[in-house]
């Protein structure tokens, strides 16, 4: 310490520090100067800039079309006064219940059209409910013990015998099981609007997220059993399209991302556009919805929606980004103005531009 | 010189007897001190602490020359802060001390409960093993220096004697018993006895700059029947028992016997003691036996640990953060409540969730998710973050070339960096005076012979033009000037010594030193010391001057007188000192002496310049008065009792009837810049006190020169004697005061050490401390070290302050350690006070740049970090909250959980630091040249509480527009044109963009100067993040993490929607800031923003300062609003008063081991020296 480098350190070199700019911190800087008369033009420039970009966004959410159909207590087809939704209750889902709804397109949907099902109040984005999966598992890696994210879904009783579940866990336990088909009443004859049921999820998860067992779908799911809530195991999911079954079924994988609200949609059919009088879209006119009424949502208030849509450049129908550029470019602009007031005053109150006054503080 | 070098006379003498009878109790060893040379004083209380219950320790034994029986702690000495072995434990040890990383330990070890984490087990612990890593790097660093120090030191080479020939080995290898030689200019390498050296009468000369901060060499002496040691062959044959003490930290006490065989013993005292750290001075070599080695010396007993100091903004940090603390214990208690309620209605309605098989599903453990959940709203970076910023201004401190001092050779330093911003929150500076304000060298300036001042010749001013020399030639007064020349070069105790030609002058005052140097510019040189005369060189005629008597100087007689016979037979006396001691001895009277009334008026103009004065005066000694004063002296100095007032007396009987010859005129001189340096000091709001060890009238002097008083201000002197007459003084001159009590006044305060006692006890302290604030100056003089260090504790406490110390040397130690920020001055003096302080400059004048260009940059800088930090903690991770209502309250996390991690370590890591280093308002020409804009900083008007909530708040406000317009904007999922639908995922990342983009463009706001590291950090921060989608979407199942990210980037940049929001929502975010920013400074303008802009636009903003109406804000009112309420001086000290006017000072040391009158007789500087 106090001795040394005292004597040893004179025939070192000079301990002068080095003149760069860094070590002199005078790197040369841009220092803006932040007064209503240097920003104002700013405030100008985004209230122009916005106020049509905000239009424009407004215009491509209008062109979508949107049309709503709220199920969730639709009657039962067989029966007077009941709803599907009590039916099932009473029933435990064992037995189906199927409900019609009859609705009318004002307007022609033009382009691609989709549909979606909605759910509300339904938490898809519950902690306990967004992780309780096992990611390995939907890669094809089955063994037989699924990860313990899964409980209380892990393991189910088949036949006497404790088998682990695939795909485990609850999100996929509670995988969306109505089915929805739509009927053009085109001259008093029913046709049905043809869908195709791929092509609805992100190709990223398709393609990678969720692999199927190598061989034959049914002898690797042999020693597993299918979710609680599920009529028919995973392999059983779409048998006429080999690729669409197992854990890379695009319904399954739609399901399992799960949602960010409580109110959501999900993509849940494509109108099939290469068929005879849908190349173009939908037409306007009468149509039917027919619903296989399985899922209950009716015990936690929640609703069940059918949407159609078609889409523009920034996806479905919101007008939101629209009102919001418009809404913050016309504040810009009137703020400007308020400042280009505040210029004024202040640089006519004192000759140099500074509006110091008895009160000034240092900071 | 400095407090200890000085002359504490009158302290002295009781606490003298006091200390030998302290030093002989426990003690069974012959007491040394009969010479009554062992120096106690109150320095001890500082540089040696307590006493260390040393009589209970066995005294050491110690066999010179031989293997010692027993084992002594070896010579190598560490003052590094880690050892290999000890670093780990003793790093997280310093590590877990801090709440925050404890906090940040409770959470990862938390998440390892099951169920329980929203974000996984290990995103706590990574960060924190990150961070923690950064730390140890950053110790590492800093202890390698000092090992390498530590290694430095240990390697220098010693010779010592072994099997009967030198040999030259490293200092670790001494051990005790050793004997050793050392050479002139040689640090001594551990605690050594002296046995012999090269000098006569064995008399060795050494400087303890490094122990305790005086230049002046100490005289040592060896034992007589020891330095007949004088060749290798008697020392190899030398063998003897050394009994001393047991290694203690008294560096002015030592107490041993030497006890050779067949011989009596010798008594050991400091007079043989060469303290490690100390360096031989003017003396060839000296052989030593070692006595203390490594941690066992005095020096290194001496080292006391700087205590650990924290800054304001750190301490007002903590309480933040225990705020925020308390705020996330909240809000993680109302969480749980609400998940509580959410489950009470949807338990058994909710069937997908399976809440009732849940594990840890109760309220204590979903308090605890919650708690995870928010726990990084306190800042996990923050404190890390800071420390490398604040590693790195000090760096610039350190490379500052403006503060680099050329002729040492010594740039600034920063030995800690704790306090690098409150060097931007002084608000009293306590300066030392020695070596501080003044380069502690005494110049001669002028000189008054006969009535008429000369100036010393200038540099380039031949001896031949100056008005001396013409008047020495035909000038009435010319046998005068001749006299006092003659004065000059003989009446002292210097000793010449010769090198090379040239003549050094060697002297125990520096103002005997100054003076003979003086003679010697007007030609009269003094050239020679024999033991009994003094030889001048004199306009070509060598004089011959028989030194028959010295009369040496004490502070109680204020003067020194030499009895000397002239070459032509007289006998002279010589007798220079104060005015006050001289004028009574003139003979006819002090009034109406020859010379005497102009000569006093010149002594009050070269004292109101800040001068120094002595007064010389001369008689003429017939042969038989001499003769018989002579007898009577001899008897006096052989009494035995009362043998120093018997000398006194005597002395009395000579130093009379003298005629005045005149008075000299010495500079004490100021470093650079002093002067200007506290004039802006002044200006910037801050009160400097004068604090020394030095006299009153020293004191003041400089205090004249440096500008700190001036002569219309008044002086309160308070130099009392007892608590009474301190109590009386204080409250009349607090009543004088009246209502301009408790404001500052224009008047200085000058109170000396003994008054300061009594005014700092406990009942007078409130008095007094009112008192001191009045006054714009203080001047403490004459105070021990621990006296100032008790003052500054008494107005850091008394004001809450942030307070400076700065001084030079070990008398400062104390001060240093004490104050708020310790500054000391390097270069020159020894290194204990640097060795303590926390930052180091060479020259006082570096101070204002450290200040008013580091400081309030740190200052400003630091605490826009933590805000900063604050800031962007709370924006994201209060959307956590948000998102919890739409979630159930069931802790789920709307970002990927290591995104969540990384968010302080990497994607907004970088503006803090630009800021932390970069950011500046003004340039530093403009923050030294306008002192005021420092008042901000001072008054801590950057960092408060209500600044912390404004940020707050600020954040707030951003956190909500930063989740709901990205919400209602992704309501239905569906963002794409191909009808596809995202998951929360989407939601998340959308949100976790526009936060990075906010937070990085509001640093970018917040920054007044923008340089490249500035762009860098800010953009590079934002494409840091993209680029981390990309990487990180890809990733999984290559790398089994990060499942939910899979495709992310294809799907959000894909999506028109994220790329126009992102235009929209950080503008929208951020505009009202803007607002608020631009109006603020376009209508409510600060002084600061204004010269900033005016300095910007190239205009002056001394116009702006100047302007009348700014003067009138409330800080300038208190700079202003000094005024002066004293119309007349304080009657009540007229005489010292008197006195001061004439600036009398003259500094010795007094009580050394070997008396100055001794020194002189033992040197003959006619024959060549050394003998080795």
């Known amino acids: 310490m106090a001795t040394s480098s005292d004597t040893s350190d004179q025939n070192v070199k000079s301990r002068r520090p080095a003149e760069s700019a860094f070590k002199q911190q005078r790197l040369p800087a841009w220092q803006p100067i932040l007064t209503a008369g240097t920003v104002l033009p700013t405030f100008f420039v985004i209230g122009i800039a916005f106020i049509p970009v905000g239009i424009g966004l407004l215009y491509f959410s209008d062109e979508v079309k949107e049309h709503v159909i709220d199920y969730t207590h639709c009657m039962k087809e067989d029966a007077v006064n009941v709803t599907c939704a009590t039916f099932i209750k009473e029933t435990k889902m064992e037995e189906p219940c199927m409900c019609q709804i009859n609705f009318n397109l004002t307007e022609d949907f033009k382009g691609d059209v989709y549909f979606y099902y909605g759910l509300s109040n339904y938490y898809q984005n519950h902690r306990r409910y967004v992780k309780s999966r096992d990611d390995s598992q939907l890669l094809g890696h089955l063994t037989l013990t699924p990860s313990s994210d899964c409980d209380p879904f892990a393991y189910a009783d088949e036949d006497g015998k404790q088998k682990p579940i695939a795909p485990c866990g609850a999100i996929a336990n509670s995988l969306f099981n109505d089915t929805l088909r739509v009927y053009s009443q085109d001259l008093n004859k029913m046709v049905e609007v043809p869908v195709l049921n791929t092509g609805i999820a992100w190709t990223s998860d398709k393609d990678i997220k969720f692999r199927n067992p190598a061989g034959d779908l049914k002898t690797a799911f042999a020693n597993f059993t299918k979710p609680v809530n599920w009529?028919?195991?995973?392999?059983?999911?779409?048998?006429?399209?080999?690729?669409?079954?197992?854990?890379?079924?695009?319904?399954?994988?739609?399901?399992?991302?799960?949602?960010?609200?409580?109110?959501?949609?999900?993509?849940?059919?494509?109108?099939?556009?290469?068929?005879?009088?849908?190349?173009?879209?939908?037409?306007?006119?009468?149509?039917?919805?027919?619903?296989?009424?399985?899922?209950?949502?009716?015990?936690?208030?929640?609703?069940?929606?059918?949407?159609?849509?078609?889409?523009?450049?920034?996806?479905?129908k919101n007008p939101f980004l629209g009102v919001a550029y418009v809404v913050v470019g016309t504040l810009c602009l009137l703020l400007g103005i308020v400042l280009l007031v505040i210029h004024v005053r202040c640089s006519k109150s004192t000759t140099e531009m500074i509006n110091v006054n008895p009160r000034t503080p240092y900071s | 010189m400095a407090w200890p070098g000085g002359s504490p006379d009158s302290v002295e003498l009781p606490l003298h007897q006091l200390g030998s009878e302290d030093t002989l109790d426990g003690l069974a060893l012959p007491n040394t001190n009969v010479t009554g040379h062992t120096r106690i004083n109150e320095d001890e209380a500082t540089t040696s602490g307590i006493t260390d219950g040393a009589a209970d320790e066995q005294n050491r034994v110690i066999f010179i020359n031989r293997p010692q029986p027993q084992k002594f702690v070896n010579n190598r000495i560490s003052t590094a802060k880690y050892s290999l072995p000890s670093f780990v434990p003793l790093f997280l040890f310093e590590q877990f001390r801090r709440y925050s990383n404890c906090f940040f330990l409770l959470i990862a070890l938390l998440q390892q409960i099951p169920d329980v984490s929203p974000t996984g087990r290990w995103t706590t612990l990574t960060p924190l093993v990150l961070i923690l890593t950064v730390s140890a790097i950053k110790e590492i660093v800093e202890d390698y220096k000092r090992h390498r120090a530590d290694e430095e030191t240990n390697r220098r080479k010693v010779e010592v004697l072994s099997e009967g020939r030198w040999r030259?080995?490293?200092?670790?290898?001494?051990?005790?018993?050793?004997?050793?030689?050392?050479?002139?200019?040689?640090?001594?390498?551990?605690?050594?006895?002296?046995?012999?050296?090269?000098?006569?009468?064995?008399?060795?000369?050494?400087?303890?700059?490094?122990?305790?901060?005086?230049?002046?060499?100490?005289?040592?002496?060896?034992?007589?029947?020891?330095?007949?040691?004088?060749?290798?062959?008697?020392?190899?044959?030398?063998?003897?028992?050394?009994?001393?003490?047991?290694?203690?930290?008294?560096?002015?006490?030592?107490?041993?016997?030497?006890?050779?065989?067949?011989?009596?013993?010798?008594?050991?005292?400091?007079?043989?003691?060469?303290?490690?750290?100390?360096?031989?001075?003017?003396?060839?070599?000296?052989?030593?036996?070692?006595?203390?080695?490594?941690?066992?010396?005095?020096?290194?007993?001496?080292?006391?640990?700087?205590?650990?100091?924290?800054?304001?903004?750190?301490?007002?940090?903590?309480?933040?953060?225990?705020?925020?603390?308390?705020?996330?214990?909240?809000?993680?208690?109302?969480?749980?409540?609400?998940?509580?309620?959410?489950?009470?209605?949807?338990?058994?309605?909710?069937?997908?969730?399976a809440l009732e098989e849940a594990q840890n599903a109760n309220f204590g453990f979903n308090f605890l998710t919650f708690l995870i959940l928010y726990n990084n709203l306190i800042p996990i970076s923050l404190q890390v973050t800071a420390e490398i910023v604040r590693f790195f201004q000090a760096k610039f401190i350190a490379m500052d070339s403006e503060m680099y001092h050329a002729e040492t050779d010594t740039p600034a330093m920063a030995r800690t960096s704790n306090l690098n911003e409150e060097l931007g929150m002084v608000r009293y500076v306590f300066s030392d005076k020695t070596g501080t304000l003044t380069c502690n060298i005494m110049d001669f300036h002028k000189c008054s012979i006969g009535e008429i001042i000369y100036n010393k010749p200038g540099p380039n001013e031949r001896l031949e033009d100056t008005l001396l020399y013409h008047n020495l030639k035909e000038h009435p007064t010319a046998p005068d000037i001749a006299e006092f020349l003659t004065m000059l070069a003989v009446c002292h105790t210097v000793i010449p010594e010769v090198v090379d030609g040239k003549i050094n002058y060697h002297a125990a005052s520096p103002?005997?030193?100054?003076?003979?140097?003086?003679?010697?510019?007007?030609?009269?040189?003094?050239?020679?010391?024999?033991?009994?005369?003094?030889?001048?060189?004199?306009?070509?005629?060598?004089?011959?001057?028989?030194?028959?008597?010295?009369?040496?100087?004490?502070?109680?007689?204020?003067?020194?007188?030499?009895?000397?016979?002239?070459?032509?037979?007289?006998?002279?006396?010589?007798?220079?000192?104060?005015?006050?001691?001289?004028?009574?001895?003139?003979?006819?009277?002090?009034?109406?002496?020859?010379?005497?009334?102009?000569?006093?008026?010149?002594?009050?103009?070269?004292?109101?310049?800040?001068?120094?004065?002595l007064v010389f005066a001369t008689a003429d000694i017939p042969e038989h008065v001499y003769k018989d004063w002579s007898n009577t002296y001899h008897k006096a100095s052989i009494a035995i009792q009362d043998r120093e007032q018997k000398i006194e007396e005597a002395a009395l009987l000579i130093e009379n009837n003298l005629r005045l010859l005149g008075a000299t005129a010495i500079e004490d001189k100021l470093q650079d810049g002093v002067p200007e340096t506290i004039a802006s000091l002044l200006k910037a709001n801050i009160n400097v006190w004068v604090l020394t060890g030095d006299k009153q009238e020293t004191a003041i002097n400089i205090a004249h020169s440096a500008r700190l008083i001036h002569t219309a201000m008044p002086l309160l002197l308070l130099n009392e004697d007892s608590l009474d007459g301190t109590r009386e003084s204080l409250s009349r001159h607090c009543t004088e005061l009246g209502e301009n009590?408790?404001?500052?006044?224009?008047?200085?305060?000058?109170?000396?050490?003994?008054?300061?006692?009594?005014?700092?006890?406990?009942?007078?302290?409130?008095?007094?401390?009112?008192?001191c604030v009045s006054c714009k100056v203080v001047v403490c003089c004459r105070v021990s070290p621990i006296q100032k260090a008790e003052v500054v504790d008494m107005v850091s406490r008394a004001t809450g302050a942030v307070t400076l110390a700065i001084g030079d040397g070990a008398n400062d130690v104390a001060m240093i350690q004490r104050a708020s920020v310790g500054i000391g001055i390097s270069g020159v003096e020894g290194l204990q006070a640097v060795c303590a302080s926390d930052y180091s400059i060479a020259q006082f004048r570096f101070l204002l740049r450290l200040l008013l260009v580091h400081g309030a940059w740190n200052?400003?800088?630091?605490?826009?970090?933590?805000?900063?930090?604050?800031?962007?903690?709370?924006?994201?991770?209060?959307?956590?909250?948000?998102?919890?209502?739409?979630?159930?309250?069931?802790?789920?996390?709307?970002?990927?959980?290591?995104?969540?991690?990384?968010?302080?370590?990497?994607?907004?890591?970088?503006?803090?630091?630009?800021?932390?280093?970069?950011?500046?308002?003004?340039?530093?020409?403009?923050?030294?040249?306008?002192?005021?804009?420092?008042?901000?900083?001072?008054?801590?008007?950057?960092f408060n509480v209500r600044v912390f909530w404004v940020w707050a708040v600020n954040a707030l406000l951003h956190s909500v527009l930063l989740f709901w317009l990205p919400m209602l904007l992704a309501s239905h999922h569906v963002l794409w044109p191909n009808g596809k639908d995202g998951g929360y995922l989407v939601l998340g990342n959308l949100v976790y963009t526009y936060v990075v983009a906010t937070v990085c463009l509001k640093a970018g706001l917040a920054t007044h100067s923008w340089?490249?590291?500035?762009?860098?950090?800010?953009?590079?921060?934002?494409?840091?993040?993209?680029?981390?989608?990309?990487?990180?979407?890809?990733?999984?199942?290559?790398?089994?993490?990060?499942?939910?990210?899979?495709?992310?980037?294809?799907?959000?940049?894909?999506?028109?929607?994220?790329?126009?929001?992102?235009?929209?929502?950080?503008?929208?975010?951020?505009?009202?800031?803007?607002?608020?920013?631009?109006?603020?400074?376009?209508?409510?303008?600060?002084?600061?923003?204004?010269?900033?802009?005016?300095?910007?636009?190239?205009?002056?903003?001394?116009?702006?300062?100047?302007?009348?109406?700014?003067?009138?804000t409330e800080t300038a009112r208190l700079l202003q609003n000094v005024r002066s309420v004293f119309g007349r001086r304080s009657t009540t000290r007229a005489n010292m008063e008197l006195e001061l006017s004439h600036g009398f000072a003259f500094s010795q040391e007094e009580g050394a081991s070997v008396s100055q009158a001794d020194v002189i007789r033992a040197y003959d500087t006619s024959q060549p020296r050394g003998r080795c």
Not at chain 1, 281 to 297: E, R
Not at chain 2, 902 to 923: H, Q, R
Request: aromatic share 10%; glycine share 6%; net charge positive.
């Open chain 1, 231 to 316: 009529r028919k195991p995973v392999w059983m999911l779409d048998p006429n399209n080999t690729e669409n079954n197992g854990f890379q079924n695009e319904d399954l994988i739609v399901w399992m991302r799960t949602a960010a609200l409580p109110t959501f949609r999900k993509l849940y059919r494509r109108v099939d556009h290469t068929q005879v009088g849908f190349s173009v879209g939908l037409a306007k006119g009468p149509y039917t919805l027919q619903v296989d009424y399985n899922y209950p949502v009716t015990d936690f208030d929640g609703t069940k929606t059918f949407i159609i849509s078609t889409t523009s450049l920034l996806g479905g």
């Open chain 2, 168 to 353: 030259s080995i490293r200092w670790e290898k001494l051990q005790v018993g050793d004997i050793c030689k050392i050479t002139n200019n040689q640090f001594f390498p551990a605690d050594l006895v002296l046995l012999a050296s090269s000098e006569p009468q064995s008399i060795a000369f050494i400087e303890t700059s490094n122990l305790d901060g005086e230049t002046n060499l100490k005289t040592r002496q060896a034992h007589p029947d020891t330095a007949r040691l004088e060749n290798i062959s008697e020392m190899a044959e030398f063998r003897a028992t050394l009994q001393c003490e047991p290694p203690n930290r008294h560096l002015y006490e030592f107490n041993g016997m030497l006890k050779e065989a067949n011989a009596k013993t010798i008594p050991l005292g400091l007079e043989q003691m060469l303290q490690r750290g100390a360096m031989l001075r003017n003396t060839t070599w000296v052989l030593a036996a070692v006595v203390y080695t490594g941690h066992e010396t005095k020096l290194m007993k001496n080292s006391t640990k700087a205590p650990l100091k924290r800054s304001s903004i750190d301490r007002q940090t903590n309480t933040h953060i225990l705020m925020l603390f308390i705020i996330l214990i909240v809000l993680s208690l109302i969480s749980a409540a609400f998940n509580e309620l959410w489950l009470l209605r949807r338990t058994n309605t909710d069937w997908y969730i």
């Open chain 2, 511 to 613: 103002d005997e030193r100054a003076l003979v140097m003086g003679a010697a510019g007007f030609g009269w040189v003094f050239e020679t010391r024999t033991p009994h005369s003094v030889t001048v060189m004199a306009q070509g005629k060598r004089l011959h001057y028989s030194v028959l008597h010295v009369l040496a100087f004490t502070s109680a007689r204020k003067r020194m007188s030499v009895i000397a016979r002239a070459p032509n037979g007289e006998i002279k006396l010589f007798c220079k000192g104060a005015d006050s001691v001289i004028y009574p001895r003139l003979a006819g009277g002090a009034q109406t002496a020859q010379y005497a009334a102009a000569t006093l008026e010149h002594l009050s103009h070269f004292a109101a310049e800040g001068l120094r004065t």
């Open chain 2, 741 to 771: 009590l408790r404001k500052q006044n224009e008047v200085a305060l000058v109170i000396d050490g003994k008054t300061l006692k009594y005014a700092m006890g406990c009942d007078l302290k409130k008095d007094f401390i009112d008192l």
């Open chain 2, 859 to 942: 200052y400003s800088r630091i605490s826009k970090l933590i805000l900063y930090s604050f800031y962007k903690n709370i924006c994201l991770y209060v959307i956590e909250l948000w998102f919890a209502i739409y979630s159930a309250w069931s802790g789920q996390i709307l970002f990927e959980r290591w995104t969540i991690g990384f968010y302080n370590v990497i994607f907004t890591a970088l503006p803090p630091f630009a800021i932390g280093l970069f950011d500046k308002i003004c340039s530093p020409e403009i923050m030294i040249r306008h002192p005021v804009l420092y008042v901000p900083s001072q008054q801590g008007l950057l």
């Open chain 2, 1011 to 1112: 340089t490249w590291v500035t762009h860098v950090s800010i953009w590079g921060s934002i494409a840091l993040w993209i680029i981390f989608i990309v990487v990180y979407s890809n990733l999984y199942p290559a790398i089994l993490i990060g499942a939910v990210m899979r495709g992310m980037d294809r799907m959000v940049f894909t999506s028109l929607v994220f790329w126009f929001a992102l235009l929209l929502i950080p503008a929208a975010t951020l505009i009202p800031d803007l607002l608020i920013t631009v109006v603020h400074n376009s209508a409510f303008k600060t002084m600061t923003e204004a010269v900033r802009e005016s300095e910007i636009k190239k205009r002056d903003p001394a116009a702006l300062l100047a302007h009348p109406r700014h003067s009138l």
